[in-house]
């Protein structure tokens, strides 16, 4: 759930080693009391978020193929557990496709081990010693990451066939793996033109770094994904 935080304080840290195969970070937001409340921009990253406010709420962000703006009340503390891509499904116990584009309580997914009244951290620590995440969900999703690739290429050189590693994907992040590379190349791009690398470069060049057959293929992306043009949504972000 990547976010553009202008109007908030966020702050992201490395969860303990017993959940790093699992959780790529734990975040926090602040909004302070006074404040105006925060429209928070949250993209398509292809991962699944354990959202806590203390001693009120604990829901779950699903994960999701297009971008929302949600309203941030001031005086708000949201603490989150972030997901790798792929998986979530193992770690909540339920078909991560279950929650497909969902912001839901956790009383409502059937899930009894999260509760308002018990850390989040060591419930889903206790909940995983005995648990083993799907490997190969895990790999296919990093390699994604990295490169965009075909699913035929991708299932081949994993060693599976393209329904079989469709149906782990449906389990493990929510939808199929070339959903997933649409998605990841959205956020490949947006790291390297927010990074050094992008810096002052035309987007038709950051578009070819990136995975994008051209810039017309990384504006109907972008559009798809977010809403915006690539040079709205890069303005958004820095704004």
Known sequence: MTTGLAS????EWPPPVELRPWVTCLWRQDVASGAPDHPQLVLPDGCVDVLVQPRRHVAIAGPATRALTV????????????????AAGVALGMPAAELLDTDVPVDATGIT??????????????RLRSATPDALVLEAARRLDAESAPVHDLASDLGVGER????????????????LDRVLRLQRFLRVAEGPEGTG??????????G????????????????????????????
């Open 8 to 11: 908030s304080s966020y702050r």
């Open 71 to 86: 309203d941030v009340a001031s005086g708000t503390t949201t603490y989150g557990i972030r997901f790798r891509p792929g």
């Open 113 to 126: 081990w999260l509760r308002v009244d018990r850390p989040a951290v060591a419930a889903l620590t206790t």
């Open 164 to 179: 079989h590693l469709r149906r782990r994907f449906h389990t493990a992040v929510g939808y199929a793996p070339k959903t």
């Open 201 to 210: 470069a035309d987007l038709a060049v950051v578009a070819a770094m990136t």
């Open 212 to 239: 994008y057959a051209d810039q017309a293929h990384l504006a109907r992306d972008c559009r798809r994904l977010s809403g915006h043009t690539p040079t709205e949504l890069l303005e958004r972000r820095a704004g």
